[in-house]
């Protein structure tokens, strides 16, 4: 069965940091367009940001561009979101999600391109 999960969310200041993971089973990401996905309470889920395989295109939203970093881990079947100075308007339910027919993502970080999702970890950032 097709699985992910992620972890590492948390509390943090404002202009901290947060890894957040991204593990797979059942299927291995190297071979699959990933995507990070969030949703803050009362809001629509966002695109936040999507890696294409063998070393294709990441994208990010403006509003992440720049702060951070999405990162695969082959031999961990793994994916990170390495996020750099967290704003209050990043709180948020992170969730991430594999598009198991596509091996590139488009730059608009399309939600409805991604078939399998995880539960989400929470990121709070106030001080």
């Known amino acids: 069965q097709v699985h992910v999960v992620e972890s590492g969310g948390g509390l943090v200041q404002p202009g901290g940091s947060l890894r957040l993971s991204c593990a797979a089973s059942g299927f291995f990401m190297q071979y699959y367009a990933i995507g990070w996905f969030r949703q803050a309470p009362g809001q629509e889920r966002e695109g936040v940001s999507c890696?294409?395989?063998?070393?294709?295109?990441?994208y990010y939203s403006d509003s992440v561009k720049g702060r951070f970093t999405m990162s695969r881990d082959n031999d961990k079947n793994t994916v990170y979101l390495q996020m750099n100075s967290l704003e209050a308007e990043d709180t948020a339910v992170y969730y991430c999600a594999a598009n198991l027919m596509r091996t590139s993502c488009s730059s608009s970080v399309n939600q409805w391109e991604y078939d399998y999702w995880g539960q989400g970890t929470q990121v709070t950032v106030s001080s």
């Open positions: 890696s294409s395989t063998n070393g294709g295109s990441t």
